[in-house]
Protein backbone atom coordinates (compact mmCIF):
# COMPACT_ATOMS: atom_id res chain seq x y z
CA UNK A 1 0.00 0.00 0.00
CA UNK A 2 1.38 3.63 -1.04
CA UNK A 3 2.37 5.70 1.99
CA UNK A 4 1.87 9.82 1.88
CA UNK A 5 4.26 9.66 5.40
CA UNK A 6 7.20 11.58 5.01
CA UNK A 7 10.07 12.55 7.36
CA UNK A 8 11.88 15.95 5.95
CA UNK A 9 14.29 17.30 8.55
CA UNK A 10 13.33 15.42 11.19
CA UNK A 11 9.77 16.63 11.15
CA UNK A 12 7.07 13.61 11.00
CA UNK A 13 4.60 14.81 8.44
CA UNK A 14 1.10 12.33 7.69
CA UNK A 15 1.29 13.50 4.06
CA UNK A 16 3.40 16.31 2.32
CA UNK A 17 0.36 18.92 2.26
CA UNK A 18 1.40 21.83 4.35
CA UNK A 19 -0.65 25.25 5.21
CA UNK A 20 0.88 27.87 3.66
CA UNK A 21 1.77 31.40 5.88
CA UNK A 22 -1.43 33.19 5.37
CA UNK A 23 -4.76 33.92 5.93
CA UNK A 24 -5.69 29.73 6.34
CA UNK A 25 -3.05 30.38 9.65
CA UNK A 26 -4.06 33.38 11.32
CA UNK A 27 -4.83 32.09 14.64
CA UNK A 28 -5.63 29.14 17.12
CA UNK A 29 -9.18 28.35 16.11
CA UNK A 30 -7.77 27.82 11.74
CA UNK A 31 -4.77 25.88 12.63
CA UNK A 32 -6.77 23.67 15.14
CA UNK A 33 -9.33 23.02 12.52
CA UNK A 34 -6.19 22.45 9.77
CA UNK A 35 -4.38 19.80 11.64
CA UNK A 36 -8.53 18.19 12.82
CA UNK A 37 -8.76 18.22 8.97
CA UNK A 38 -5.70 16.31 8.52
CA UNK A 39 -3.36 18.95 7.00
CA UNK A 40 0.23 17.26 6.95
CA UNK A 41 1.77 20.68 8.88
CA UNK A 42 0.43 24.18 9.16
CA UNK A 43 2.87 27.21 8.83
CA UNK A 44 1.13 30.02 10.86
CA UNK A 45 0.80 33.76 9.07
CA UNK A 46 4.35 35.30 9.61
CA UNK A 47 4.94 36.99 13.21
CA UNK A 48 6.70 39.51 14.61
CA UNK A 49 8.02 41.16 17.57
CA UNK A 50 5.70 44.29 17.16
CA UNK A 51 2.60 43.62 15.97
CA UNK A 52 1.37 47.55 16.45
CA UNK A 53 3.75 48.66 13.21
CA UNK A 54 1.90 46.71 11.51
CA UNK A 55 -1.97 48.26 9.56
CA UNK A 56 -3.66 46.71 6.88
CA UNK A 57 -5.91 47.69 4.98
CA UNK A 58 -9.21 46.86 3.03
CA UNK A 59 -10.16 46.05 -0.05
CA UNK A 60 -6.95 44.26 -0.16
CA UNK A 61 -7.25 41.02 -2.44
CA UNK A 62 -7.94 41.13 -6.13
CA UNK A 63 -9.07 38.38 -8.02
CA UNK A 64 -8.45 37.34 -11.76
CA UNK A 65 -11.23 35.23 -13.43
CA UNK A 66 -11.32 33.02 -16.36
CA UNK A 67 -13.52 34.24 -19.53
CA UNK A 68 -16.29 32.54 -18.41
CA UNK A 69 -16.10 33.94 -14.71
CA UNK A 70 -16.47 31.03 -13.03
CA UNK A 71 -13.08 30.23 -11.87
CA UNK A 72 -10.17 32.08 -9.79
CA UNK A 73 -6.93 31.88 -12.24
CA UNK A 74 -4.88 34.74 -10.00
CA UNK A 75 -4.98 36.35 -6.61
CA UNK A 76 -2.92 39.61 -6.02
CA UNK A 77 -3.34 40.47 -2.31
CA UNK A 78 -1.73 43.58 -0.46
CA UNK A 79 -1.48 42.08 2.68
CA UNK A 80 0.93 42.47 5.35
CA UNK A 81 2.47 40.07 8.14
CA UNK A 82 0.29 39.55 11.12
CA UNK A 83 -1.06 42.40 13.02
CA UNK A 84 -1.97 40.48 16.24
CA UNK A 85 0.82 40.89 18.88
CA UNK A 86 3.41 38.30 19.29
CA UNK A 87 2.00 37.16 23.01
CA UNK A 88 -1.24 36.30 21.84
CA UNK A 89 0.55 34.44 19.09
CA UNK A 90 3.00 32.60 22.35
CA UNK A 91 -0.06 31.49 24.10
CA UNK A 92 -1.62 30.34 21.02
CA UNK A 93 1.55 28.64 19.73
CA UNK A 94 1.44 26.60 23.62
CA UNK A 95 -2.21 25.96 23.43
CA UNK A 96 -2.07 24.18 19.57
CA UNK A 97 0.68 22.00 20.66
CA UNK A 98 -1.40 21.20 23.92
CA UNK A 99 -4.10 20.39 21.66
CA UNK A 100 -2.58 18.53 18.63
CA UNK A 101 1.06 17.11 20.06
CA UNK A 102 1.41 15.01 16.83
CA UNK A 103 0.66 18.15 14.64
CA UNK A 104 3.67 19.91 13.23
CA UNK A 105 3.48 23.67 13.65
CA UNK A 106 6.06 25.66 12.26
CA UNK A 107 6.23 29.19 12.81
CA UNK A 108 6.98 31.82 10.43
CA UNK A 109 8.81 34.64 11.62
CA UNK A 110 9.96 38.15 9.84
CA UNK A 111 12.04 41.27 11.10
CA UNK A 112 13.82 44.09 10.75
CA UNK A 113 17.77 44.04 9.75
CA UNK A 114 18.88 43.37 13.81
CA UNK A 115 20.53 40.09 15.07
CA UNK A 116 18.95 40.75 18.70
CA UNK A 117 15.30 41.15 17.19
CA UNK A 118 15.96 37.61 15.16
CA UNK A 119 17.25 35.70 18.18
CA UNK A 120 14.85 37.08 20.39
CA UNK A 121 11.83 35.62 18.00
CA UNK A 122 13.01 32.46 17.57
CA UNK A 123 13.85 31.92 21.38
CA UNK A 124 10.27 33.22 21.95
CA UNK A 125 8.51 30.82 19.74
CA UNK A 126 11.11 27.66 20.45
CA UNK A 127 10.09 28.30 24.40
CA UNK A 128 6.20 28.26 22.98
CA UNK A 129 7.18 24.72 21.35
CA UNK A 130 6.65 25.02 17.29
CA UNK A 131 8.82 22.61 15.98
CA UNK A 132 10.79 24.56 13.27
CA UNK A 133 10.68 27.72 11.30
CA UNK A 134 10.02 29.32 8.59
CA UNK A 135 11.87 32.89 7.40
CA UNK A 136 9.78 35.21 5.70
CA UNK A 137 12.20 37.03 3.37
CA UNK A 138 9.78 37.09 0.81
CA UNK A 139 6.71 39.77 1.21
CA UNK A 140 7.01 41.68 -2.39
CA UNK A 141 4.62 44.92 -0.78
CA UNK A 142 4.71 46.60 2.46
CA UNK A 143 6.96 45.08 4.34
CA UNK A 144 9.92 46.05 2.47
CA UNK A 145 8.99 49.83 2.91
CA UNK A 146 10.82 48.53 6.08
CA UNK A 147 13.45 46.58 4.70
CA UNK A 148 11.81 43.69 5.36
CA UNK A 149 10.36 40.73 3.48
CA UNK A 150 11.19 40.70 0.15
CA UNK A 151 13.69 43.92 0.59
CA UNK A 152 16.57 41.14 2.49
CA UNK A 153 15.25 38.11 -0.09
CA UNK A 154 16.04 40.22 -2.90
CA UNK A 155 19.87 40.00 -2.01
CA UNK A 156 21.65 36.98 -1.01
CA UNK A 157 24.41 38.50 0.80
CA UNK A 158 21.72 39.99 3.60
CA UNK A 159 19.67 36.75 2.95
CA UNK A 160 22.86 34.92 4.13
CA UNK A 161 23.74 36.72 7.05
CA UNK A 162 20.45 37.18 8.49
CA UNK A 163 19.94 33.38 7.88
CA UNK A 164 22.82 32.63 9.72
CA UNK A 165 21.69 34.76 12.63
CA UNK A 166 18.45 32.29 12.84
CA UNK A 167 21.12 29.41 12.23
CA UNK A 168 22.89 30.60 15.32
CA UNK A 169 19.91 31.10 17.97
CA UNK A 170 17.73 27.95 16.97
CA UNK A 171 17.84 24.45 17.50
CA UNK A 172 15.10 23.38 15.30
CA UNK A 173 15.03 22.76 11.55
CA UNK A 174 14.78 26.35 9.75
CA UNK A 175 13.58 27.19 5.89
CA UNK A 176 14.03 30.24 4.43
CA UNK A 177 11.13 30.98 2.16
CA UNK A 178 12.35 32.95 -0.77
CA UNK A 179 11.16 35.85 -3.39
CA UNK A 180 10.66 34.86 -6.77
CA UNK A 181 10.95 38.68 -7.66
CA UNK A 182 14.98 38.13 -8.28
CA UNK A 183 16.25 36.86 -11.94
CA UNK A 184 18.21 34.05 -9.95
CA UNK A 185 16.49 32.38 -7.63
CA UNK A 186 19.77 29.46 -7.53
CA UNK A 187 21.47 32.60 -5.62
CA UNK A 188 19.68 33.15 -2.63
CA UNK A 189 18.62 29.15 -1.99
CA UNK A 190 22.40 28.75 -2.17
CA UNK A 191 22.95 31.40 0.31
CA UNK A 192 20.25 29.98 2.81
CA UNK A 193 21.96 26.69 2.37
CA UNK A 194 25.61 28.29 3.12
CA UNK A 195 24.25 29.80 5.90
CA UNK A 196 22.83 26.39 7.57
CA UNK A 197 19.43 26.40 6.66
CA UNK A 198 18.00 22.79 6.81
CA UNK A 199 16.17 23.65 3.58
CA UNK A 200 14.16 26.58 1.28
CA UNK A 201 10.46 27.22 0.34
CA UNK A 202 9.52 28.78 -2.90
CA UNK A 203 8.17 30.36 -4.36
CA UNK A 204 6.12 33.64 -2.18
CA UNK A 205 4.12 35.84 -4.43
CA UNK A 206 4.89 37.59 -7.32
CA UNK A 207 5.17 41.45 -7.41
CA UNK A 208 2.11 42.36 -9.44
CA UNK A 209 -0.98 44.67 -10.51
CA UNK A 210 -4.13 43.16 -10.94
CA UNK A 211 -5.37 45.92 -14.06
CA UNK A 212 -6.93 49.05 -14.19
CA UNK A 213 -10.44 49.41 -14.19
CA UNK A 214 -11.18 51.29 -17.39
CA UNK A 215 -14.55 52.92 -16.40
CA UNK A 216 -12.26 54.88 -13.12
CA UNK A 217 -8.94 54.47 -14.99
CA UNK A 218 -8.03 53.39 -11.30
CA UNK A 219 -5.96 50.57 -10.92
CA UNK A 220 -7.02 47.55 -8.52
CA UNK A 221 -7.34 47.13 -5.50
CA UNK A 222 -8.02 50.38 -5.01
CA UNK A 223 -8.11 51.31 -1.67
CA UNK A 224 -8.95 55.64 -1.35
CA UNK A 225 -8.90 55.57 -5.59
CA UNK A 226 -5.03 54.31 -5.37
CA UNK A 227 -3.15 51.16 -4.61
CA UNK A 228 0.45 49.45 -4.22
CA UNK A 229 1.64 46.79 -6.49
CA UNK A 230 1.23 43.26 -4.42
CA UNK A 231 1.75 39.74 -4.68
CA UNK A 232 -0.03 37.16 -7.25
CA UNK A 233 -0.89 34.03 -6.31
CA UNK A 234 -3.15 31.22 -7.72
CA UNK A 235 -3.33 29.09 -10.12
CA UNK A 236 -1.73 30.86 -12.52
CA UNK A 237 1.59 31.08 -11.04
CA UNK A 238 2.19 27.65 -10.72
CA UNK A 239 4.88 27.32 -13.95
CA UNK A 240 6.62 30.05 -12.18
CA UNK A 241 7.14 28.33 -8.83
CA UNK A 242 7.48 24.96 -10.89
CA UNK A 243 10.47 26.43 -12.71
CA UNK A 244 12.40 27.87 -9.75
CA UNK A 245 11.50 24.75 -7.81
CA UNK A 246 13.85 22.79 -10.61
CA UNK A 247 15.88 25.04 -10.26
CA UNK A 248 16.51 25.09 -6.82
CA UNK A 249 16.68 20.80 -6.98
CA UNK A 250 19.40 21.35 -9.42
CA UNK A 251 21.55 23.48 -7.13
CA UNK A 252 20.84 20.80 -4.10
CA UNK A 253 21.72 18.01 -6.35
CA UNK A 254 25.39 19.66 -7.35
CA UNK A 255 26.04 21.46 -4.15
CA UNK A 256 23.84 21.03 -1.29
CA UNK A 257 22.81 17.12 -0.89
CA UNK A 258 20.51 16.31 1.71
CA UNK A 259 18.60 19.90 1.47
CA UNK A 260 14.98 20.33 1.24
CA UNK A 261 12.66 22.15 -0.85
CA UNK A 262 9.00 23.11 0.30
CA UNK A 263 7.38 23.76 -2.96
CA UNK A 264 4.66 26.33 -3.51
CA UNK A 265 2.60 28.18 -5.58
CA UNK A 266 -0.78 27.92 -7.56
CA UNK A 267 -1.05 24.09 -5.38
CA UNK A 268 -5.26 22.85 -5.97
CA UNK A 269 -4.65 19.20 -6.55
CA UNK A 270 -2.64 16.16 -5.76
CA UNK A 271 -1.71 16.27 -9.02
CA UNK A 272 -0.09 19.35 -8.70
CA UNK A 273 1.45 18.35 -5.70
CA UNK A 274 2.71 15.44 -7.84
CA UNK A 275 4.37 17.66 -10.39
CA UNK A 276 5.99 19.64 -7.52
CA UNK A 277 7.81 16.57 -6.02
CA UNK A 278 8.74 15.25 -9.19
CA UNK A 279 10.80 18.37 -9.99
CA UNK A 280 12.36 17.75 -6.12
CA UNK A 281 9.69 19.45 -3.34
CA UNK A 282 9.63 17.58 -0.19
CA UNK A 283 6.76 18.58 1.02
CA UNK A 284 4.12 21.30 -0.88
CA UNK A 285 2.21 24.26 0.31
CA UNK A 286 -1.08 25.72 -0.22
CA UNK A 287 -2.39 28.77 0.26
CA UNK A 288 -4.62 30.60 -1.87
CA UNK A 289 -6.16 27.18 -2.50
CA UNK A 290 -7.13 26.80 1.44
CA UNK A 291 -9.52 30.64 0.23
CA UNK A 292 -10.41 28.90 -2.45
CA UNK A 293 -11.78 25.50 -1.67
CA UNK A 294 -11.55 25.18 2.45
CA UNK A 295 -9.53 23.20 5.02
CA UNK A 296 -11.37 19.79 4.11
CA UNK A 297 -9.65 20.25 0.81
CA UNK A 298 -6.37 18.69 1.87
CA UNK A 299 -8.29 15.04 1.71
CA UNK A 300 -8.96 15.38 -1.96
CA UNK A 301 -5.73 15.96 -2.62
CA UNK A 302 -4.42 13.41 -0.76
CA UNK A 303 -6.73 11.11 -2.59
CA UNK A 304 -5.27 12.45 -6.07
CA UNK A 305 -1.73 12.32 -4.64
CA UNK A 306 -2.17 8.10 -3.50
CA UNK A 307 -4.54 7.78 -7.24
CA UNK A 308 -1.42 9.20 -9.07
CA UNK A 309 0.99 6.95 -7.11
CA UNK A 310 -0.85 3.50 -6.88
CA UNK A 311 -1.06 4.45 -11.39
CA UNK A 312 2.92 4.33 -11.27
CA UNK A 313 3.13 1.75 -8.74
CA UNK A 314 5.43 4.02 -6.33
CA UNK A 315 5.04 3.40 -2.70
CA UNK A 316 6.28 6.36 -1.34
CA UNK A 317 7.16 10.15 -2.43
CA UNK A 318 11.07 9.29 -2.00
CA UNK A 319 9.80 6.49 -5.26
CA UNK A 320 9.56 9.92 -7.25
CA UNK A 321 11.14 13.17 -5.65
CA UNK A 322 13.12 14.56 -8.24
CA UNK A 323 12.23 11.81 -10.86
CA UNK A 324 11.63 14.68 -13.54
CA UNK A 325 14.29 16.58 -12.91
CA UNK A 326 16.50 14.14 -15.48
CA UNK A 327 14.64 15.48 -18.37
CA UNK A 328 15.51 18.85 -18.35
CA UNK A 329 18.15 19.97 -20.48
CA UNK A 330 19.66 22.85 -23.14
CA UNK A 331 18.01 24.00 -25.75
CA UNK A 332 21.10 23.11 -28.34
CA UNK A 333 20.69 19.66 -26.87
CA UNK A 334 17.33 19.29 -28.01
CA UNK A 335 17.74 20.62 -31.49
CA UNK A 336 20.73 18.01 -31.48
CA UNK A 337 18.06 15.39 -30.56
CA UNK A 338 15.99 16.35 -32.76
CA UNK A 339 18.27 16.19 -35.50
CA UNK A 340 19.65 12.50 -34.55
CA UNK A 341 16.13 11.47 -34.39
CA UNK A 342 15.30 12.90 -37.83
CA UNK A 343 18.80 10.89 -39.10
CA UNK A 344 17.66 7.37 -37.10
CA UNK A 345 14.04 7.91 -39.54
CA UNK A 346 15.64 8.86 -43.18
CA UNK A 347 17.95 5.74 -42.45
CA UNK A 348 15.14 3.22 -41.35
CA UNK A 349 13.52 4.77 -44.09
CA UNK A 350 16.56 4.19 -46.54
CA UNK A 351 16.41 0.40 -44.77
CA UNK A 352 12.73 -0.19 -46.23
CA UNK A 353 13.70 1.45 -50.14
CA UNK A 354 13.29 -1.61 -52.63
CA UNK A 355 16.48 -1.31 -54.50
CA UNK A 356 15.58 -4.38 -57.52
CA UNK A 357 12.06 -5.38 -57.81
CA UNK A 358 12.57 -8.84 -56.26
CA UNK A 359 12.72 -7.26 -53.07
CA UNK A 360 9.25 -6.27 -53.14
CA UNK A 361 7.28 -8.18 -49.78
CA UNK A 362 3.60 -8.75 -49.69
CA UNK A 363 4.00 -8.27 -45.52
CA UNK A 364 6.05 -4.66 -46.14
CA UNK A 365 4.37 -3.83 -49.09
CA UNK A 366 2.76 -0.80 -48.07
CA UNK A 367 5.54 0.45 -46.08
CA UNK A 368 7.66 0.08 -49.12
CA UNK A 369 5.46 1.99 -51.03
CA UNK A 370 5.68 4.86 -48.91
CA UNK A 371 9.01 4.63 -48.71
CA UNK A 372 9.12 5.18 -52.53
CA UNK A 373 7.24 8.25 -52.33
CA UNK A 374 8.41 11.79 -51.29
CA UNK A 375 6.90 13.54 -47.50
C1 LIG B 1 -3.71 36.80 1.21
C2 LIG B 1 -2.34 36.23 1.32
C3 LIG B 1 -1.54 36.49 2.44
C4 LIG B 1 -0.26 35.96 2.54
N1 LIG B 1 0.48 36.20 3.67
C5 LIG B 1 1.72 35.62 3.79
C6 LIG B 1 2.46 35.78 4.98
O1 LIG B 1 2.03 36.40 5.96
N2 LIG B 1 3.69 35.21 5.04
C7 LIG B 1 4.21 34.49 4.01
O2 LIG B 1 5.32 33.98 4.12
N3 LIG B 1 3.51 34.31 2.87
C8 LIG B 1 2.27 34.85 2.75
N4 LIG B 1 1.55 34.63 1.61
C9 LIG B 1 2.15 33.87 0.49
C10 LIG B 1 1.73 32.39 0.48
O3 LIG B 1 2.15 31.70 1.64
C11 LIG B 1 2.27 31.66 -0.77
O4 LIG B 1 3.67 31.72 -0.76
C12 LIG B 1 1.78 32.26 -2.09
O5 LIG B 1 0.47 32.75 -1.95
C13 LIG B 1 1.80 31.25 -3.25
O6 LIG B 1 1.08 30.07 -2.95
P1 LIG B 1 -0.48 29.83 -3.33
O7 LIG B 1 -0.63 30.01 -4.81
O8 LIG B 1 -0.79 28.46 -2.83
O9 LIG B 1 -1.24 30.87 -2.57
C14 LIG B 1 0.25 35.15 1.49
C15 LIG B 1 -0.55 34.88 0.39
C16 LIG B 1 -1.83 35.39 0.29
C17 LIG B 1 -2.66 35.06 -0.91
Known sequence: MATLETVVDGLKLPNPFVIGSGPPGTNLSVISRAFREGWGAVIAKTVSLDASKVNNVSPRYAKLKSA????????????????????????????????????????????????DAWAEL??????????????????????????????????????????????????KPVWAKLTPNVTHIEDPARAAFKAGCQGVSAINTIRSVMGVDLKTLRPEPTVEGFTT???????????????????????????????????????ETGFDAAEFILLGSDTVQVCTGVMKFGYAHVQKMCEELLSFMEEHKFETLADFKGHSLQYFTTHADLVERR?????????????????????????????????????
Open 68 to 115: DGKEVIGWENIELISDRPLDIWIEEFKKLKDMHPEGILIASIMEEYNK
Open 122 to 171: VGRCEEAGVDSFELNFSCPHGLPERKMGAAMGESPEILGEVSSWVMEAAT
Open 229 to 267: PGGYSSRAVKPIALRMVMEIAKVIEKEYPGKTISGIGGV
Open 339 to 375: KARKEAEAEAKAKKMVKADGEWSGDDFVKQSDALARN
